[in-house]
């Protein structure tokens, strides 16, 4: 299966005490570039949300937004620091010795010295959390990944349609190729017999000729190789899986291909379809650049 590498999976987890909100979403990249912003709570888990997103996603720059509501203040509860109060008072005993005064110190007065009470909060069941984390990344990536699929099938559709494409062109230059060749050494006996007039041509000149202007307009090599890029390119669409960098590569080679036979073209037929043929492996390259 081919997959895109833009993309876009979201999902929301809700229990009766808070809401997981996970959202990812991604656009080309050479590499895969994994950006998580997420709740501080949350930075435990990072590399085992890391691990998970992996399982899924091979290229791409990816940016994964986790939200977290809280719904409840029931784990809020009061401390008490015994010992501090304890410090407390056996400092206010001792300014009373040292200073002759009264120790008027309330519990009231007591309570309020700091940290002696504390507001605190009950610690959460990390693996509970990790759970529900964990299933709302996995339901948000893999709608990602169908998103991504779906995306795919559009571009193998669309490169397998520009291939065919290509291939027409590449029979229409082999085609061509003896056409022109007989059309020159026509062209060159008309022009040495009207220079020669009734003198016998040396048809073993004209033959030698012929064979060194065919050797350098000859691009069979050229549109052999472009065939077995055209048919390797199919392949790799058909298999499936993270083949972007390798059609990209194989892209440029055609596009040298391409090239090779604009500059070996000295007819305007031939240069006219190596130039159509340039320009389709251009948009090629530039669909292969989605390909994961």
Not at 199 to 228: F, H, N, P, Q
Request: proline share 1%; with cysteine.
């Amino acid at each position: 299966m081919i997959k895109s590498m833009t993309g876009f999976g979201r999902c929301e987890v809700t229990t009766s005490e808070y809401k997981i909100s996970v959202e990812i979403k991604a656009v080309n990249h050479r590499y895969l570039d994994l950006n998580i912003k997420m709740p501080k709570k949350f930075n435990y888990f990072e590399a085992s949300i890391r691990s998970l997103l992996k399982k899924y996603i091979q290229r791409g720059k990816v940016d994964v937004y986790i939200s977290y509501e809280d719904y409840t203040e029931e784990r809020l509860y009061l401390k008490y620091n015994g010992s501090l109060a304890a410090e407390y008072m056996s400092c206010f005993r001792e300014i009373q010795e040292q200073f002759h005064i009264e120790n008027d110190v309330t519990v009231s007065m007591l309570a309020h010295m700091p940290e002696v009470l504390s507001m605190e909060r009950a610690p959460e069941d990390e693996e509970e959390i990790w759970n529900h984390l964990s299933e709302a990344v996995e339901e948000a990536v893999r709608k990602f990944a169908d998103s991504r699929a779906q995306e795919g099938e559009k571009l193998k559709e669309d490169l397998l349609s520009k291939l065919d494409y290509m291939e027409q062109m590449v029979c229409f230059i082999e085609s061509l190729s003896p056409v022109i060749v007989t059309e020159y050494r026509r062209r060159l006996e008309d022009k040495v017999k009207e220079l020669l007039g009734n003198t016998a041509v040396d048809e073993g000149r004209i033959v030698t000729e012929v064979t060194i202007y065919a050797d350098k307009i000859c691009v069979d090599e050229e549109m052999v190789r472009l065939r077995s890029h055209i048919d390797a390119t199919r392949k790799e669409l058909e298999a499936g899986g993270s083949v972007g960098r390798k059609l990209d590569f194989i892209a440029q080679e055609m596009n040298r291909e391409a090239n090779t036979t604009l500059s070996k073209s000295m007819d305007l037929q031939v240069s006219d379809k190596a130039i159509a043929l340039k320009t389709e492996i251009e948009k090629v390259r530039e669909q292969i650049q989605n390909i994961e």
